[in-house]
């Protein structure tokens, strides 16, 4: 088996693949942002592999992240390691290529954690009933306009910049124009060009589907909510994709029981000491110099493994080589640690990371989201 880059020459072989493995109907081999990895058998196409260019906020900082995706093997060569040898060259590409964080959605998670990715954040939609629409005020919404693309996408991005996970959704992998597209983009618009909130959806046979209910204080996002509310009678709920947490856990009405449907998403860190050198670290302007020695087990990436030492100081963290390697950690633990989604004793349990490393937890602030397991 070889391994190499996609050319033009591969388009229809890699959309035949594409086809079979996931039933769909796509024209396009390789879209404007993305690259792909094509596995060769006996001369020919067997896997492919597409990596798409994307930055996802840590800590308020977009950092490069590589977007796997489309990842497909013929039938006849499945078993035989071709797409765990697209996984490993991928891991040489984003390195290469700048992308220390990667970021897909598995169907086989074994796949992907074989070679250190590790469920780290969520992909979520709510169904919300008319009734559990909260009751707000009015604001003035209009529909959008090229000329507020770029305010919107600003309205967007200051939002991202404090949720962890969500994508910049700048070009080449995004075109902000392709919002206008769906049926529903309302503005809220503010002073000056600016953009106090949005709301975009698409109708189908379905209902309606809100991909953005986005605004920059309470009384827009009721405002926004109580547009949804306006589709009471032809519709008995809507369906809210969460990109604000604020909205579906501080604002709407849902009751106990709710129907959320929600994919999870692996991220691998791919480069330990340039990840760390993109996110940003708000917790660590609070914390006094301190160190962690780590021992990190990464075959896959070896760059990544070995002792390394992560330091805080005067605010900011950097990795070095070296050090006594006291805590061990695998590749798998780096993902969900790096999100902030597990914290050490997780970790630990799930025979991940051995040693005392409560400062990995401060520095994430991890975790984020508290639990009960009993009911009452
Ligand atoms: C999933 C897919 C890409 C795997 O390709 P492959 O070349 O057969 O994978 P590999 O031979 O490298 O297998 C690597 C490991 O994953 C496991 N694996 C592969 N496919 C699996 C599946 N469908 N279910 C469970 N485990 C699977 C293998 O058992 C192997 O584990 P092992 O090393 O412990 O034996 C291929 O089956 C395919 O194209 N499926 C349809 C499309 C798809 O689901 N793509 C994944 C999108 S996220």
């Known amino acids: ?144 306009t090229e000329a507020d693309l770029d305010a919107l996408h600003a309205c967007y991005v200051d939002l991202a910049s404090t949720v962890g996970g969500l994508l910049d959704r700048r070009g080449p992998a995004f075109d902000v124009a392709d919002v206008l597209k769906l049926d529903v983009v309302s503005v809220v618009p503010g002073h000056d060009g600016e953009v106090r909130g949005y709301l975009t959806a698409q109708r189908d046979r379905d209902g309606l589907r809100v991909h953005d209910l986005v605004g920059r204080d309470r009384d827009t996002l009721l405002g926004l909510l109580r547009e949804l509310a306006s589709w009471t009678g032809v ?78 100081d005067g605010g900011r963290v950097r990795v070095e080589r070296g050090g006594g390697g006291a805590v061990r950690v695998h590749a798998r633990a780096l993902g969900p640690w790096f999100a902030g989604t597990q914290d050490t004793h997780a970790l630990r349990r799930a025979g991940l990371l051995d040693g005392d490393a409560g400062l990995l937890d401060l520095l994430v602030g991890a975790p984020g989201v508290p639990r009960l397991a009993d009911f009452f």
């Open 1 to 144: 088996m070889s391994i190499r880059d996609f050319t033009a020459d591969d388009a229809d072989a890699v959309l035949r693949l594409r086809r079979v493995a996931f039933g769909g109907t796509s024209d396009v081999a390789v879209r404007p942002g993305q690259r792909a990895l094509v596995a060769e058998l006996d001369g020919r196409p067997a896997g492919v592999l597409t990596i798409n260019s994307y930055h996802q906020f840590h800590g308020g900082v977009p950092v490069p992240t590589g977007g796997v995706g489309g990842v497909a093997v013929d039938p006849y060569a499945r078993g035989r390691g071709v797409a765990s040898g697209l996984l490993d060259r991928a891991l040489e590409s984003l390195r290469e290529q700048g992308q220390p964080l990667s970021v897909l959605y598995a169907t086989v998670p074994s796949l992907y954690r074989s070679r250190g990715w590790e469920r780290a954040g969520v992909y979520e939609s709510l169904d919300l009933t008319m009734d559990r629409l909260p009751a707000g005020g009015r604001v003035r919404a209009r529909a959008a």
């Open 235 to 312: 519709l008995d709920k809507v369906s809210l994709r969460v990109t604000d947490p604020a909205v579906t856990g501080l604002l709407t009405d849902q009751a106990i029981r709710y129907q959320l449907t929600q994919s999870t998403w692996l991220l691998r860190v791919v480069d330990l000491a340039e990840a760390v050198a993109a996110r940003g670290w708000p917790a660590a302007a609070f914390l006094k110099p301190a160190a962690v020695d780590l021992d990190v087990v990464d075959e896959h990436a070896p760059w990544n493994a070995g002792p390394h030492r992560i330091v805080v």
